[in-house]
């Protein structure tokens, strides 16, 4: 397929680069001015010039979805600044958008992504990808498929450990089998309230309420979902902690990981707060607070 564009305008701020390296997404690759990856089967090869996007091998209706162009990113700003250290955040990354990313392959990666780092999380991915997904020889590389489901419910636990899932396989192991018996329809969660898709997500093992609303976020069109992790948490005690009582702000400062009540109340209130786009304020406080700590 030949190299296609689009050419972006002033009302269509996007930034590539920190879309792809603040943290939602795994299995990208940069390659001198190109970036990689194999996004929903597809391998998509794209690269920034200014205002320019240049891609090969999808066309311009896949690129403007995954990366979510049809964003009205200045009227997201307009909601979500709300005060200097967002709009801060902002101002540093501005262009940075919500990927669409497939549902199944977003849910697998965050049950791998607890208690990881973002490059342990890289590595468990590529792992699993390389051992049970499909090559794909492209450009004079090599890429893989991420495994369906189907795939991994037939791949045998001890073969799942040596991608170094640890005490995540039986969870991954056990989520393929619900997903691959159609228990649980991402189309339907889409079509969901935001409670209602958050509920049925945690029943699925491994998925619990920061789990939950990265995938709600990142894969399920729920904008409004705002997950809370160290760096978030961060964030709130320091610079919005007068919304809260000064027992809880203490409380959570002094203990690394968050009870389901103190997380439930800082999600809240960011969902409150920043409104029906809290899901762009988290990602831009996210991205801000672990590069300018």
């Keep these: ?35 990689y990856s194999v996004a929903k089967g597809k391998i998509l090869k794209i690269r920034q010039t200014n205002n320019r996007l240049v891609f090969e091998n999808v066309d311009s209706g896949f690129v403007k979805a995954y990366f979510r162009l049809d964003d009205n990113l200045l009227k997201v700003y307009s909601q979500i600044s709300k005060d200097d250290h967002v709009r801060r955040a902002i101002s540093v990354f501005r262009g940075l958008r919500i990927l669409r990313q497939d549902p199944w392959e977003c849910l697998i990666s965050y049950i791998c992504a607890t208690y990881k780092s973002i490059a342990g ?113 961060r964030a709130i005690t320091e610079h919005y902690a007068r919304y809260f009582q000064k027992e809880l702000i203490l409380r959570t400062t002094s203990k690394r990981s968050l009870t389901s009540m103190d997380y439930e109340k800082l999600n809240a209130f960011g969902r409150e707060y920043f409104g029906e786009y809290a899901g762009y304020a988290q990602e831009y406080l996210y991205h801000y607070e672990r590069t300018h700590c």
Excluded at 5 to 30: H, M, Y
Excluded at 145 to 172: E, M, N, Q, S
Aim: with cysteine; proline share 4%.
């Design 1 to 35: 397929m030949r190299l296609m564009s689009i050419q972006l305008n002033e009302s269509e701020p996007f930034d590539l680069d920190a879309t792809l390296c603040c943290g939602q997404t795994f299995r990208w690759e940069k390659h001198g001015e190109w970036w």
């Design 121 to 233: 999380i890289e590595r468990m991915l590529f792992s699993l990808s390389r051992r049970f997904g499909e090559k794909i020889h492209f450009d004079g590389l090599d890429f893989h498929t991420f495994p369906t489901p189907r795939r991994l419910t037939r791949a045998h636990p001890d073969d799942l450990a040596k991608c170094g899932l640890g005490y995540r396989t039986k969870y991954v192991h056990e989520t393929a089998e619900i997903i691959n018996k159609n228990e649980l329809k991402f189309e339907r969660l889409k079509n969901t309230s935001y409670k209602e898709a958050k509920a049925e997500l945690m029943k699925l093992p491994g998925v619990g309420l920061k789990v939950a609303d990265c995938v709600l976020l990142f894969s399920l069109e729920k904008l409004g979902a705002f997950p809370i992790d160290v760096w978030i948490k």
